[in-house]
């Protein structure tokens, strides 16, 4: 099985920045197609963005302000995290599949693998 943990969250100010990473154990995470999803308060859980291969898909409401990527030698997943708002406040995780089902899915709420979350908080 895998194992990821996500590192990297605090509190910042709008505007601010904050870089994500997601580490995985357990197998080989070169490609492996994975995901960043965020849960505010009272809401649902929500994609952010995800990455196979060299193929990154974003939430509209992130767009050009995060970036995916992924650094294979060091089993890690990034989200490069600009121009904070703090409407981006929430719980984020990192999920990831065994293979590439479909971009739904990867967009979606159902993975083979999960992390705990790591807690992003925007003020002002």
């Known amino acids: 099985q895998v194992q990821l943990v996500e590192s990297g969250g605090g509190l910042v100010q709008a505007g601010g920045s904050l870089r994500l990473s997601c580490a995985a154990s357990?197998?080989?995470?070169?490609?492996?197609?994975t995901g960043w999803f965020r849960q505010a308060p009272g809401k649902e859980r929500e994609f952010v963005a995800a990455?196979?291969?060299?193929?990154?898909d974003y939430a509209d409401s992130v767009k050009d302000r995060f970036t995916i990527s992924r650094e294979n030698a060091k089993n890690m997943v990034y989200l490069q995290m600009n121009s904070l708002r703090p409407e981006d406040t929430a719980v984020y995780y990192c999920?990831?599949?065994?293979?590439?089902?479909?971009?739904?899915?990867?967009?979606?709420?159902?993975?083979?693998?999960w992390g705990q979350g790591t807690q992003v908080t925007v003020s002002s």
């Open positions: 999920a990831a599949d065994r293979t590439f089902y479909t971009w739904n899915r990867l967009r979606g709420d159902s993975h083979d693998y």
């Open positions: 357990g197998r080989s995470f070169s490609n492996t197609p």
């Open positions: 990455i196979v291969w060299s193929s990154t």
